[in-house]
């Protein structure tokens, strides 16, 4: 197994291909931009095209993206992952590869996830939620997203790896300094802050190398004892580059879409209240505001051949963004698809793990520190008051990386 990705960026000084311009994807959005945005490409350009970040194409309706997603033959994940194209120091499996080369890595961590495991993890990140955001109503004032939703996943990844606080906030400060990188696109940054993230993840190996750990509960143990179909184990680098991956995959996605549920209720407190009323219905609230705010609109494929989308032709190696923060809203699919509704009756669930063979595995414990966040809000407080801009970020998250707030 090779550690490069091959990068097929044009040379410099020679000029893309230009293909027609259906929309702007550079730039600061507001909240609401994207949105916009996306209800006007499904009402006259379903299946459109950007030249910016080297050119792409997007899917925003939910049909085309859930058949994206459900033939990996066709649609390859192993040559870019996202929009824009971010991973130049290795493959990351499973999310960069395709099936079967995919498919012992995600064996090896599924049990991690599995209903007898996540018990032990209902408590423990019910706690760190608690632990975390109890003060800070009595402050008057906080930013949700700097001063919680960014910490949550952190404490729960230090938890997870079975690491020290210590390790896990080398981990949270590099992880910013690489989400800074990749909102202002530099790529040299990006690329030095991987390579460290890559020492961390061989350290952890190398540590549970001398001293094993229950590959039941410990990812790097769980890596180490996994076996392939002919019964060899997994490659060093593919290994390396599983941790790698785990260690980064949950911490921006939990601190944006939480920003988005704070200003959600900025916006509604009578959902805030009705979060407090009804706290049996956490897990509805939680799946509805993950269909209204879904975290992710530049997870990518790559054709195999070309193809045909929409009435659109598509060359092989182009890459194709799946906006799940589109699909999800959906006119086809879902009624009254910008409104917050827990009585919806539509037949299709809306896509924010994604689906497939590539459903994201760790999506019980990103939904479990959802619903604990949402939990500790409602017992600590009685809602948002909106104090202040919410800069968003960039692709290929959405959602504001920031979300002042005054506690009513």
Known sequence: MTNVIHDRRAPEGTERFSKRHDFDADGQDDFDAAHELFADLRARCPVAHSNDMEGFWMLTRYEDIDQAMSDPTLYSTAVQNVVPRVATTGRRPPLHLDPPEHTPYRKAIAPLFRKERMRHWDKVVREISDRLFQDLPAKGKADICADFSYHLPIHVLAE???????????????????????????????????????????????????????????????????????????????????????????????????????????????????????????????????????????????????????GEKICRDEPIALCFTSANRDEAVFECPHEFRLDREDSRPAIAFGRGPHRCAGEPIGRLMIEAALESWAKYCDGFISDGPTPMTTWPEYGPVSVPVRFR
């Open 160 to 310: 997870f790896f079975m690491i020290s606080e210590e390790d896990a906030m080398r981990i949270r400060s590099i992880g910013q300094a690489f989400n800074l990188a990749l909102q202002t696109k530099d790529f040299s940054e990006i690329q030095k802050h991987s390579l460290v993230l890559y020492e961390i993840a061989q350290a952890i190996i190398d540590d549970r190398k001398k001293t094993p750990r229950d590959p039941g509960s410990d990812p790097a143990s769980a890596l180490l004892a996994a076996r392939d179909a002919e019964g060899n184990p997994l490659p060093d680098q593919g290994i390396l580059g599983t941790i790698r991956q785990l260690l980064v995959v949950g911490i921006i996605a939990p601190t944006t879409f939480l920003g988005s549920a704070a200003v959600h209720f900025c916006r509604h407190p009578e959902h805030f209240q009705l979060l407090k009323d009804t706290p049996e219905r956490t897990a509805d609230i939680t799946e509805e505001l993950l269909r209204l705010y879904t975290p992710y609109r530049g997870f990518a494929r790559t054709p195999t051949r070309d193809v045909e989308i929409g």
